[in-house]
T-cell receptor, first 109, second 113 residues
Framework: GQNIDQPTEMTATEGAIVQINCTYQTSGFNGLFWYQQHAGEAPTFLSYNVLDGLEEKGRFSSFLSRSKGYSYLLLKELQMKDSASYLC??????????FGPGTRLSVLP | DSGVTQTPKHLITATGQRVTLRCSPR?????VYWYQQSLDQGLQFLIQYYNGEERAKGNILERFSAQQFPDLHSELNLSSLELGDSALYFC????????????FGPGTRLTVL
């Protein structure tokens, strides 16, 4: 079967750095995506990784290791507005998107 | 505002009924995706269309069907509705580039009573 694991909840302090991990087992691999979803809103795209390594985009970075079936999302200089759920998703070999359960991040002052 | 529109915003109906959800992608986007999000199942990929053709099919029930029209808008049809179909249904669109960044619409909240 296909499976994506993420921590259910995380808490961090404003101004700090937080790393959200994602491990996956899917039928093939055609890219990994991270989305941010605020409560009651639609997901918004954060990053896309298809090759191993780190992709940096402002305060957000995403890392991928295909051999380990592992990714992480790194958020720097945390702000209160970063409190949201973060969804990890993998596109498998049939081009289907498999989503993890999401990590609810709470940023405290 | 992502540029993706979905109608209606809310829909309340009864078990056994049929409904149609509509999605208009961002201008220039050829690909449309449908997702279902419920509290116990999380976000589930249903189906993708690219320029009118089905591109990928996920966890879509046989009671559900979708299509993309020549003007690129898409409709998701849900029939023989059950209580468990109550969920938020999102549509997303993308240009279909390598990065495949998807832009999500605001969603349609379906309640089946």
């Amino acid at each position: 079967g296909q499976n994506i694991d993420q921590p259910t909840e995380m808490t961090a302090t404003e101004g700090a750095i937080v790393q959200i991990n994602c491990t996956y087992q899917t039928s093939g691999f055609n890219g990994l995506f991270w989305y941010q979803q605020h409560a009651g809103e639609a997901p918004t795209f954060l990053s896309y990784n298809v090759l191993d390594g780190l992709e940096e985009k402002g305060r957000f970075s995403s890392f991928l290791s295909r051999s380990k079936g592992y990714s992480y999302l790194l958020l720097k200089e945390l702000q209160m507005k970063d409190s949201a759920s973060y969804l990890c998703a993998v596109r498998d070999r049939r081009q289907n998107f498999v989503f993890g359960p999401g990590t609810r991040l709470s940023v405290l002052p | 505002d992502s540029g993706v529109t979905q109608t209606p915003k809310h829909l309340i109906t009864a078990t056994g009924q049929r409904v149609t959800l509509r999605c208009s992608p961002r201008s220039g986007d050829l690909s449309v995706y449908w997702y279902q999000q419920s509290l116990d199942q999380g976000l589930q990929f249903l189906i993708q269309y690219y320029n009118g053709e089905e591109r990928a099919k996920g966890n879509i029930l046989e009671r559900f069907s979708a299509q993309q029209f020549p003007d690129l808008h898409s409709e998701l049809n849900l029939s023989s509705l059950e209580l468990g179909d109550s969920a938020l249904y999102f549509c997303a669109s993308s240009i279909e580039s390598v990065r495949d960044e998807q832009f999500f619409g605001p969603g349609t909240r379906l309640t089946v009573l």
